[in-house]
Nanobody, 127 residues
Framework: QVQPVESGGGVVQAGASLRLSCADP????????VAWFRRAPGKERELVAA????????VYADSVKGRFTISRESAKFTAYLQMNSLKPDDTAVYYC????????????????????WGQGTQVTVSS
């Protein structure tokens, strides 16, 4: 069973950068589509970015386009979310999710599609 584990969250000032990591310590299955979701206080969970199994297809929320980059290293069973030019509105708990089925070029975006979820990592951006 895949168990994603997130790391890299923290408290930073606006304009700073952070890189979140999502690893599968059990190294169960490298061929997964991966996404980052976030939930801010008082708001619904939203998709931040997603990447397909092949690593050549990505989707981003409009609010993070040009600032965030999702990537993966399948050989290391790890995915990343590079977050630049952080804003206070990016403050949230960030969750990594993984999907085992589907074609290799498909980029899942709906939370219901994902089979495995991490516990989340807090990102706080101060103004």
């Amino acid at each position: 069973q895949v168990q994603p584990v997130e790391s890299g969250g923290g408290v930073v000032q606006a304009g700073a950068s952070l890189r979140l990591s999502c690893a599968d310590p059990r190294r169960t299955n490298p061929l997964l589509a991966v996404a980052w979701f976030r939930r801010a206080p008082g708001k619904e969970r939203e998709l931040v970015a997603a990447i397909n199994k092949r690593g050549d297809g990505t989707v981003y929320a409009d609010s993070v386009k040009g600032r965030f980059t999702i990537s993966r290293e399948s050989a290391k069973f790890t995915a990343y979310l590079q977050m630049n030019s952080l804003k206070p509105d990016d403050t949230a708990v960030y969750y990594c999710a993984a999907k085992s089925g589907g074609s290799s070029d498909y980029v899942p975006q709906n939370a219901a599609e994902f089979d495995y979820w991490g516990q989340g990592t807090q990102v706080t951006v101060s103004s």
